[in-house]
DNA sequence: ATCAAACCATGAAGGAAATGCATAATGCTG
DNA sequence: CAGCATTATGCATTTCCTTCATGGTTTGAT
């Protein structure tokens, strides 16, 4: 079996010219590698070099596996540093998945500055998953999960990065900018734009209208925020969102945000598998997703 | 030290699907593999596959190994299959040195059929070497001497493929033509035209006039075998040459051949280490060159 | 020529490493 | 939860590698 250790060989031969040499090189005894390289001769019934006074000469053979030397043994050795990166943390890919459409927006921001900092980790965004993104990061179909809903689980930890409030979205002339704050009952005959997902996925309707018993005219799914927040501004409904995000674009659309009753706090939170959390780039995701970002 | 029995097994499990269907498909046990991987795991502390269930999935260290692998392991495979091929005479290359120059001409004649029958193989042609053809042959320079003058040496054997004769060059109005036959005396007032070398190394001076003490009126050196034959039938002196050789050229030419003295038997011979005798495309090269090669 | 030095080949012996066997542990599947 | 399939692990064994010791070959100097 040509083997890694006869390519190795070869390659110290030709550069040292000598057995003795080479094995001085490769901290082995001259014997060591008389041995190995005959053995190899005899099995393929080839002789890879032949004695030339004081020197060695390469056969063809030789010289034919001396080129596939230097071109192979490099490459495992570069595949052992990728190993020893992989193994301290420096290196591997971080395919991230993101539950809320806001989420996307707010990464943005980190992206930047993480690929700065690991230039060796491929980083990978995904938003569309076979089942959920807490079925997805267990199955490993992504190894981080950006979520404002996270979820006690025996083997993934959620860790909060960054702290919002949702608020009710209205257009700058609407009859309930004259309140302080929403309750569950202004909402009853208004229309309410939202991502397209099931009530019981959204805040708004699982922490706020539901446990009051009220329900908005009419619910409608849309999948854009700009599209939303241009419907709001015609006056055609309302919306509910980041604080942050509506901060945004406040300044160029006539439109006004109010408190959804006591103040809906919410938090970003990084889900992670906790076999993961000794290798450093995703640790190292978490302190710049923390530290990094500052609220526009 | 990341090894080929490593990446094959990373191979054979991948294409499995689990490491005891790998096993069965290497000959190896369910536990050598495990104790393999789990050793390199050990080394280089990652991991590089998970169960899943029932199978197993590798990790994106596996994946990286995975695909090295994929590379490599066929390129060594394919090497082996080399090296059977340069063991069995299938493939390797020929270089062939040339010493006198109408050898170079027959030799054309024999290349091409050689180059179908043995289509792995390299074939090199050198005229010039840095001393002798015979040295050349024993340092390894060329591995075949095409040559008119064999010697008996201990690791060196010729073996005579194509007969021929060494016949004057005369116009064909010249004097001599009268004659059957030349005898050494004929040439004493005549200009003789050979290759640029010493006499010695000239069989009409070493195997005919010499031995009877005569000489030519003149002695000139010329490169080229066309040019010969012009200055030949322009009247300015007579040449020899192997008899084939001027055949080829006699009909363009008021040209007349002669034989030498008792008739100058000679013989192209080519020349190889005794080493190289099991090697097939060497002894395929002789067959060739004894059978193809039909006089013009 | 002779001799010393450098170098490689080879056989025997010891030891480390890979492999196999038996068994425990794990995780699906019905 | 039982049963099946598969992997992990401890221990015994064998294989293979390495070293040691030695002899042979080439080279270069005396």
């Known amino acids: 079996m040509l083997d890694r250790q006869h390519l190795t060989i070869l390659r110290s031969v030709a550069r040292y ?74 290196r591997g890919s971080l395919r991230i998945g993101m539950e809320c459409h806001p989420c996307e927006q707010w990464l943005m921001h980190v992206v930047g500055p993480f690929l700065q900092a690991w230039p060796a980790v491929d980083l990978q965004m995904k938003t569309a998953f076979r089942f959920d993104g807490i079925a997805a990061l267990q199955a ?37 900018v004259g309140r302080d704050r929403i309750q569950p009952d202004d909402l009853r005959d ?10 019981n996925r959204l805040d708004i309707f699982t922490r706020f209208l539901t446990p009051a018993g009220r329900r908005p005219a009419a619910h409608v799914g849309i999948e854009s925020v700009d599209l939303m927040l241009q419907l709001v501004a015609a006056g055609r409904g309302v919306t509910v969102l980041p604080d942050w995000l509506v901060a945004l674009q406040a300044d160029r659309l006539p439109i006004v945000t109010r408190p959804i009753g006591g103040g809906l706090q919410k938090a970003i939170n990084l889900g992670t598998r906790i076999e993961d959390h000794d290798i450093d780039y995703v640790a190292g995701f978490r302190l710049i997703a923390g530290q990094e970002f500052k609220r526009p």
Chains 1, 2 share one sequence.
């Open 140 to 176: 490993h179909e992504i190894d981080m999960l950006v979520t404002p809903d996270p979820m006690a689980l025996p083997d993934v930890t959620f860790t909060p990065v960054f702290d919002y409030e949702l608020v009710i979205v209205l257009p700058a002339d609407h009859p309930l």
């Open 190 to 199: 208004q229309t309410l734009y939202t991502v397209p997902v099931t009530p």
């Open 17 to 90: 010219g000598s057995v003795t040499a080479a094995a001085g090189a490769m901290n082995l005894s001259q014997s060591a590698i008389s041995h190995a390289i005959a053995k190899l001769e005899d099995r393929h019934r080839v002789k890879l070099w032949r004695r030339k006074g004081r020197r060695l000469e390469m056969t063809q053979a030789g010289q034919y596996l001396l080129e596939l030397a230097e071109r192979i043994v490099p490459e495992l050795e570069h595949a052992e540093t990728v190993l020893a990166d992989m193994a301290k943390g420096r």
